[in-house]
């Protein structure tokens, strides 16, 4: 499955929420790629500090708006079971390139108004991309979620505004995935039995149900239309 991991907003836990699926999806035995295409190389910079300190990691590459194109990242994901893409902010051509070979459109998303209005760029890209391929799915997931507070209560159904399924797994803001981030880990192999490796664990699953459930419903349309 490859999931990109997407918005136009920065500073929502794109980066932190891909280095922990990634490790949370390598617990599983499962094979693993993720693509920086974000200029910054937050999680190029994580791969080298996860080697320096024996941490085990996924393949890393980097790449950019071409990624979509003949010979590049469709070339090389079949080697893998899954493939996150974690896009830079502010730019539309990356994202687009992204969501040409993504199954699932990740947008991380924090949990007021304001985070919820800053997602109408990107869900536009996303529908763009819907309307040439069809079997392209979106989701929101809120990040950076203080459960205590009103705007935490009430980030679901703010988000559910934006038109794009609000999946049930929710990232609370937690030292944890930043602490994991700097030690070259991912934050249920950092800290197993904290909240955040439940969250990533119970994220990953929810992803791949997703993913599996869509692969289902291409194979009954592919048996309809031969049928």
Do not use: N
């Amino acid at each position: 499955m490859i999931i990109a991991l997407t918005g136009q907003k920065g500073g929502i836990g794109k980066s932190t929420t891909a280095v922990s699926l990634a490790v949370a999806a390598m617990e599983r035995g499962r094979k693993v790629l993720v693509v920086d295409a974000d200029p910054q190389g937050t999680i190029r910079t994580w791969g080298e500090v996860a080697c320096e300190a024996g941490h085990p990691s996924p393949t890393i590459v980097a790449m950019g708006a071409a990624m979509h194109r003949p010979g590049q990242l469709l070339a090389v994901a079949p080697a893998y079971d899954v493939v996150l893409i974690d896009c830079p902010p502010r730019q539309g051509d990356v994202a687009r390139s992204a969501l040409m070979v993504a199954d699932l459109a990740v947008f991380p998303c924090g949990p007021t108004a304001a985070d919820a209005w800053a997602l109408t760029a990107a869900v536009e890209v996303f529908e763009e991309a819907r309307a040439v391929r069809e079997e392209l799915l979106g989701c929101v997931l809120i990040t950076r979620k203080q459960g205590r507070t009103a705007l935490g209560k009430g980030a679901r159904s703010v988000l559910e505004t934006t038109g794009l399924p609000v999946l049930q797994t929710e990232l609370g803001y937690r030292i944890a995935y930043q602490e994991a981030l700097a030690m070259g880990q991912g934050v249920s192999s950092y800290a197993p039995r904290d909240a955040a490796a439940r969250e990533i664990v119970q994220l990953f699953d929810e992803l791949e149900m997703l993913c599996h459930g869509q692969e289902a419903r291409q194979g009954v349309a592919a048996q309809a239309a031969v049928a």
